[in-house]
């Protein structure tokens, strides 16, 4: 579903291109002196506008796919390393090995190693004197997750104890995992890139200042409020029609 911003920006050219059709309607009349704002320019920038916002919906597709795919491939992730992290203490490796593991472990599923503390409980220590200072545990961006799985695999790679039966919680099966979170964050990673620069051209040929859509349309139809008049039919005719500023 295109977000609220997507549809604004095309709306946007779509009320100009209105905007165009009624100028140009207005036939000899329609004669300012500023080139920026004549039929000509108009043209112009309806087109370029409109080629931005199909640039942008073209580099849309593969960005969806690519983080649908990441999506996917992470979704079992979290229950997976609670598996794994079972199997090991099942194992009964040292101590000093599961304390490793369950700091990774916590990482990789974003949970505290102590209890949050409450807003009562902060008060209380400030007024003790005392700092508080909560560094939260979760590293959950999708390189974190790679980079923590990465040091997990490592830790079960050199535990001699770790030998789980089932194939999915295996050292090998693990690295094959891993590989694949890398490939599928690669190319939403990759797909990202044209979608942005083709916002970014978007914006500025949009909201440009001085000579992006939105401005030129508001000019245009301060110039057509000029022509006729307030009250004026033709005023009427292009008043209705919005122009906002999104920079998404």
Partial sequence: ??????????????????????????????????????????????????????????????????????????????????????ALKAANPNAEIIDKALTLVRKLQGRRASTKLTEEEKHELIAQGKEVNEISSSQLSFDNRIDNLDKLINLLSSIPEYNPNETELQVASLTTLLEDLRTKNDAAIAATTPLSNARIARNNVLYNNGA???????????????????????YHQISGLEFKRYKI
């Fill in 212 to 234: 992006g859509l939105v401005d030129i349309a508001l000019n245009v139809k301060a110039y057509v409020k000029s022509l006729f008049g307030a009250s004026s039919p033709q």
């Fill in 1 to 86: 579903m295109a977000s609220n911003s997507e549809t604004g920006h095309a709306k946007n050219v779509a009320n100009f291109g209105k905007l165009v059709s009624f100028c140009t309607g207005y036939g000899a009349d329609y004669n300012p002196s500023n080139s920026g704002i004549a039929i000509e320019a108009l043209t112009i920038m309806q087109t370029d506008s409109q080629n931005t916002i199909n640039s942008v919906n073209s580099s849309l597709p593969a960005y969806n796919n690519a983080i649908a795919a990441r999506e996917g491939a992470f979704k079992p992730f979290s229950k997976l390393i609670t598996r794994v992290m079972n």
